[in-house]
């Protein structure tokens, strides 16, 4: 099947800074990615969707100054948790449709980048 | 909005016997319904999915029914493993890989040796 790799798989930072997960069509190219946010022993929360070429459309109470989004090319969209404190470690995940130039047929997911803010 | 809601939280079987998973979803416009296995740490897999045109899907032990009418969707598992053990999530969207997936709160299965 279609790969997703996310970048990196885990991270520990300090609070205040900045760190950018990445997340990558390995061998098909999506127009539109999904991230979502997953905290221990809980479901997956969309947190936005990622349109490449476009600005990215944030669910309810996801902050976009925060969690910046960019989708600039057909197999890459970047997540950027700014001024990152204790409260958004998490796991956070994204997803791609393989379904280029055709009928969707499923979601991808990556493997997850695990974020911890110290 | 969009929900999702799923029941049970956790499920315990005995290796061998059949487990069950149900969702509810509250959106009508949805109409692609996906199952998706989570180890701890890992990535969700996707097990089986369902589109509103079918009622009832099965592939091996695995088999996913749908009530649309009622906004239901179960998951079942029959003759259980204990590598069957993890966390399984449904999800509801209006089209599979395109759109947006709303997920249910999970369900942790525990296969008893």
Known sequence: GAVVSQHPSWVICKSGTSVKIECRSLDFQATTMFWYRQFPKQSLMLMATSNEGSKATYEQGVEKDKFLINHASLTLSTLTVTSAHPEDSSFYICSADAGTGGPSTEAFFGQGTRLTVV | ?113
């Not at chain 2, 509103?52 to 009622?70: F, P």
């Not at chain 2, 966390?87 to 369900?107: E, L, M």
């Open chain 2, 1 to 113: 909005g969009e929900n999702v809601e799923q029941h049970p939280s956790t499920l315990s079987v005995q290796e061998g016997d059949s487990a069950v998973i149900k969702c509810t979803y509250s959106d009508s416009a949805s109409n692609y319904f996906p199952w998706y296995k989570q180890e701890l740490g890992k990535r969700p897999q996707l097990i089986i999915d369902i589109r509103s045109n079918v009622g009832e899907k099965k592939d091996q032990r695995i088999a996913v029914t749908l009530n649309k009418t009622a906004k239901h969707f179960s998951l079942h598992i029959t003759e259980t493993q204990p590598e069957d053990s993890a966390v399984y999530f449904c999800a509801a969207s209006k089209g599979p890989g395109t759109y947006k997936y709303i997920f249910g709160t999970g369900t942790r299965l525990k296969v008893l040796a």
